[in-house]
């Protein structure tokens, strides 16, 4: 008798925590499908009445990441309200920052720096948010990064390029990357650092015919 009474106990428990697990991915998903809809009201609901803030979908976005991705500033400001982090991966090493950084949402960079930012955590390229904001021309938050204390401005990614290597060889040269650059050497890049076959920035932009961005480095390295 007390070995039946054993096993239905056992029984009720497993299915009570069964059913606990899957009310509480039910409401995950929810608010992952809120955030991910817009919908600001019913985000802010969930998370005061105990929503997991880093709650994550399949893919292990983050709310935070997903917001970002809508570049949905007002969501993003309630999220990190609630402790969202934003340093948080996903399973292609995307964070809320680095995600902002490379899709050029300066208004999320700036959030984000100011809420826990890390210069330390990197994309899947060992890259860091400056690089790709480099490669595509976003000169508002390269300028941001750049002058940012403590920002790791001649930082190497996996490719062996720095964020001026990537301005130039990935860039067209165009006066956006002129500026790019320009930036970058104003905030004190070393434009010595060559990539894996030991080319500069300098070099490369002789070789692409990249004229004002060659008589930049080169007055910059007769400094």
Same mark, same amino acid.
Request: glycine letters at 6%.
């Given at each position: 008798?007390?070995?039946?009474f ?27 499908k ?6 600001l009201?019913?985000v ?18 983050s709310?935070?990441?997903l ?57 899947r390229?060992?890259?860091? #948010? !400056?690089?790709? $904001?480099?490669? &595509? %021309?976003?000169? *508002?938050?390269?300028? /941001? +990064? ?6 790791p401005?001649?930082?190497?990614n996996?490719?062996?390029w ?15 990357y ?22 500069? #920035? !300098?070099?490369? $932009?002789?070789e &692409? %015919?990249y004229? *004002?961005?060659a008589? /930049? +480095?080169?007055?910059a390295?007769?400094r």
């Open positions: 008798m007390n070995t039946f054993l096993m239905l106990s056992l029984f009720l428990f497993t299915a009570c925590q069964s059913e606990n697990t899957m009310h509480t991915q039910t409401a995950q998903d929810n608010v992952v809120a955030v991910a809809n817009r919908k009201d019913k802010s609901t969930a998370l005061a009445n105990g929503a997991n803030v880093n709650a994550t979908d399949h893919q292990k976005r709310l935070l990441l917001a970002t991705h809508n570049n949905d500033l007002k969501m993003a400001e309630l999220l990190v309200a609630y402790g969202a982090d934003v340093n948080q991966q996903d399973v292609i090493k995307d964070s809320p920052f680095l995600y902002a950084g490379a899709a050029g949402h300066t208004s999320l960079v700036k959030l984000y720096l100011e809420h826990g930012a890390r210069f330390d955590v990197f994309n390229y060992n890259g860091s #948010a !400056l690089i790709p $904001a480099c490669e &595509r %021309g976003h000169l *508002e938050v390269v300028k /941001l +990064l750049a002058n940012t204390e403590g920002f401005i001649d930082h190497v996996r490719l062996g720095t964020a001026l290597m990537e301005a130039v060889v990935l860039g067209d040269g165009s006066k956006t002129v500026e790019v650059v320009q930036m970058l050497v104003d905030a004190g890049c070393d434009i010595t650092i060559p990539d894996k076959d030991g080319v500069t #920035a !300098l070099q490369h $932009a002789r &692409r %015919g004229t *004002e961005i008589n /930049l +480095l080169e007055k390295s007769n």
